[in-house]
């Protein structure tokens, strides 16, 4: 799928740059974007060497341990597969509280982390597993509960009450990862079904 | 909302204590062990580069040859006609693709209607309620190498529509 939607933006953009006469701009955004995405990988390299360095003194002295273990019962419930005592579940928990404080630089070493941890679980395949896909399906839902960005550029733009959106965004959030969780269950049965 | 912004800034630090205080008291060479965990985020980043590098390419040939903004000007009428700002539907259409655009979009929407005004508001918690999940997807499926994603992208889209639909209503409900 993603083989498809990949080829597909690139081919219908340079199709369409043929026939509206924009092959300028394209020709440029190539290159700039190019340079740009490397910039931001190597941007994250501060981020994941800081956070997977301290998130692995935190596995060694037993904190992710003990974080797991205190909210095992929900996220059993969320993640089945995943036997309980495992390192996954303690990253996953970082991730979750990391994305809720709106820290999105410290979530996503956590959540590569915790794929990681998952991957081993299913044996090392190259296949998606079903916890891999619910926890992805929590990750892009957003699970933001306090929008911090948004909150920084309502300030800037003189905002008479910068955060009055916290509400509104908690609800629509909620809404959307319980959502999440339910298009994802249902994809589950479904492929189980078929089989 | 003075309490928020100072769990925000606390936590990172308060946490990093903690967990140094304890490594420490549980004699883990805690210093050597953060070196041995930070080499796994030199190759992880350097992993993630190729994913990175074509997504985002792909991506920009889209928008830039103008063929994003054809689409969201074909599908507009359709979307108004369900009740759907039209100011709105750009961003909407663009948060699951591209982060950085979205939050340009978001800054443009606030700087042009106002951060306080119902464009403004609906801009604000779009942003905060729904999550760039082609980025998603290509970091975490790229950094351990995962080809076959099954469902996965199809459940964040969907999730990403409930989202954005989410907020729409609850701030027409609490602001309209």
């Known amino acids: 799928?993603?083989?498809?939607?990949?080829?597909?933006?690139?081919?219908?953009?340079?199709?369409?740059?043929?026939?509206?006469?924009?092959?300028?701009?394209?020709?440029?955004?190539?290159?700039?974007?190019?340079?740009?995405?490397?910039?931001?990988?190597?941007?994250?390299?501060?981020?994941?060497?800081?956070?997977?360095?301290?998130?692995?003194?935190?596995?060694?002295?037993?904190?992710?341990?003990?974080?797991?273990?205190?909210?095992?019962?929900?996220?059993?419930?969320?993640?089945?597969?995943?036997?309980?005592?495992?390192?996954?579940?303690?990253?996953?928990?970082?991730?979750?509280?990391?994305?809720?404080?709106?820290?999105?630089?410290?979530?996503?070493?956590?959540?590569?982390?915790?794929?990681?941890?998952?991957?081993?679980?299913?044996?090392?395949?190259?296949?998606?597993?079903?916890?891999?896909?619910?926890?992805?399906?929590?990750?892009?839902?957003?699970?933001?509960i306090i929008p911090t960005t948004v909150i920084a550029i309502r300030m800037q733009y003189n905002s008479v009450s910068p955060t009055e959106i916290v509400g509104t965004t908690i609800i629509a959030t909620v809404i959307s990862s319980v959502s999440a969780v339910l298009i994802d269950r249902f994809f589950y049965y479904k492929s189980i079904w078929r089989k | 909302m003075g309490i928020i912004t100072s769990v925000s800034t606390w936590l990172i630090p308060v946490f990093i204590l903690l967990v140094l205080v304890v490594a420490t008291w549980k004699r883990v060479p805690a210093y050597e062990t953060f070196v041995e965990g930070g080499k796994e985020g030199v190759k992880m980043a350097f992993t993630l580069l190729p994913f990175l590098v074509g997504m985002i390419v792909s991506i920009s040939i889209l928008r830039s040859s103008g063929a994003l903004e054809a689409f969201i000007n074909l599908i507009s009428p359709f979307l108004v006609a369900v009740g759907i700002p039209p100011d709105i539907i750009p961003l909407a259409l663009v948060r699951p693709i591209s982060g950085n655009a979205a939050l340009g979009m978001t800054t443009e929407l606030i700087d042009s209607h106002g951060p306080d005004s119902f464009i403004g508001r609906l801009a604000s918690t779009m942003q905060g309620s729904t999550d760039t999940t082609l980025y998603i997807l290509t970091v975490y499926f790229g950094a351990i190498g995962i080809k076959k994603m099954r469902y996965a992208l199809k459940v964040g889209l969907l999730a990403d529509l409930i989202g954005i639909l989410a907020s729409i209503i609850v701030v027409t409900i609490v602001f309209g």
């Open chain 1, 1 to 144: 799928m993603v083989n498809i939607i990949w080829a597909c933006m690139a081919i219908i953009g340079i199709v369409y740059a043929i026939f509206n006469g924009t092959m300028d701009q394209v020709n440029e955004a190539i290159f700039e974007s190019a340079d740009e995405a490397v910039t931001l990988s190597i941007g994250l390299i501060s981020v994941l060497v800081f956070w997977l360095g301290i998130m692995k003194v935190a596995e060694e002295a037993g904190i992710l341990h003990m974080l797991s273990k205190l909210f095992r019962p929900l996220i059993r419930r969320l993640f089945p597969d995943i036997p309980k005592d495992h390192p996954a579940m303690g990253y996953i928990l970082s991730n979750i509280t990391a994305n809720i404080f709106g820290l999105g630089n410290a979530a996503t070493p956590m959540g590569i982390k915790a794929m990681e941890q998952m991957k081993q679980l299913s044996g090392d395949s190259d296949t998606a597993s079903r916890s891999m896909i619910t926890f992805l399906a929590l990750n892009t839902s957003s699970l933001t």
